[in-house]
């Protein structure tokens, strides 16, 4: 995790225990007095600090909030920052700090006030936002397959080395293994991003943990998948770059017949495939029977075929979703 360290001149032994212990944990910390090269122009390296970190440290105290203060010019970056960015702001009052003193901004969120060691509660109340922030940062999606459920994680953490996953109904964690290709920075083997997975129904928890390069467990996080909307996402992705969905062929000669074979390989998603020939009424349906599971395959009694006049132009078709949404009629033109 990146953090920028805000404070006033008050507070620098403060301030450089924390920044210590936070580099000790692992973490990347701007601390001005450390990071700043001699002769860098100050304003613009210190507004890029503060947009690329994750989180921003706001020590309190009266000298910070102070009228012409550049602790409060940075508070100033940081919530305009925040408002664009994932950047999250955390204020701890290190020193008796009157609120009606505070700006509008710092009396809008939770300021920090710790009752015993101030360093303590500080990095504590680090590690909860950061604890956070991974929440956010960890995070997957679905793709069907033949064999399943694909499971692609997104895991916003540059020092990943494992990870682990398992269903809320499973006891234990599965490793998604690794892949061939070593880590160009560390030489070690990269973990994969993805694991295969028998289809998913309903609604289901998954929990993702993994480990950093210090060897640390992070997680595990909770996360939820809803397989309705998860098919019908991939579904959609799928069709988005795979027209024409009607396929038309002469059989026998002179009778022509439009087929929606491919729409049907993907009917778990549909409740309803419309469909019309040379008009936009969309008066007609596609017969087919659903079946659980995300490929279940084109049926016997599944309508793949239907007979068309010889002079067609096109077939309009719409398609209505599982989970309500559709997709505005579309024309597919004989060739």
Not at 114 to 133: F, N, Q, S, T
């Amino acid at each position: 995790m990146k953090v920028f360290i805000s404070y006033s001149s008050r507070q620098v032994e403060l301030a450089t225990r924390i920044a210590h212990s936070l580099r000790d944990g692992g973490d990347a910390v701007f601390f001005d007095r450390e990071a700043l090269p001699p002769g860098e122009t100050y304003d613009s390296r210190i507004r890029e600090a503060i947009e690329g970190s994750d989180l921003f440290l706001f020590l309190v105290d009266p000298a910070a909030i102070s009228a012409g203060s550049y602790a409060l010019a940075e508070l100033g970056i940081a919530e305009r920052a925040s408002e664009r960015s994932a950047l999250k702001v955390l204020p701890v009052m290190v020193a008796d700090t009157s609120f009606a003193a505070m700006p509008p901004y710092l009396r809008s969120i939770t300021v920090v006030q710790p009752r015993g060691d101030v360093v303590a509660e500080a990095l504590a109340a680090i590690a909860d936002a950061a604890r956070e922030l991974r929440r956010e940062q960890v995070s997957v999606s679905t793709m069907i397959t033949n064999s399943g459920w694909m499971l692609n994680f997104f895991i916003m953490d540059e020092n990943l080395r494992e990870v682990f996953y398992r269903f809320g109904d499973e006891a234990d964690f599965r490793g998604t293994g690794f892949s061939q290709t070593p880590d160009r920075r560390s030489g070690l083997p990269q973990p994969r991003l993805f694991a295969t997975v028998p289809p998913v129904t309903g609604t289901r928890e998954l929990f993702v943990k993994y480990i950093d390069s210090r060897g640390r467990e992070r997680g595990p996080y909770r996360l939820v998948i809803d397989a309705n909307q998860q098919l019908v996402a991939s579904v959609k992705q799928v069709l988005e770059v795979t027209k024409p969905w009607v396929a038309f062929r002469e059989y026998p000669e002179g009778q022509w017949l439009a087929y929606f074979t491919h729409l049907l390989a993907y009917k778990a998603a549909l409740r309803e495939i419309q469909y019309s020939v040379d008009n936009d009424t969309l008066s007609s349906r596609v017969r087919f029977t659903s079946s659980p599971g995300p490929a279940p395959g084109i049926g016997a009694d599944d309508e793949v075929m239907v007979k068309i006049p010889p002079q067609t132009r096109y077939v309009c078709v719409k398609l209505v979703f599982i989970d309500g949404s559709e997709w505005p009629a579309e024309r597919f033109g004989r060739s």
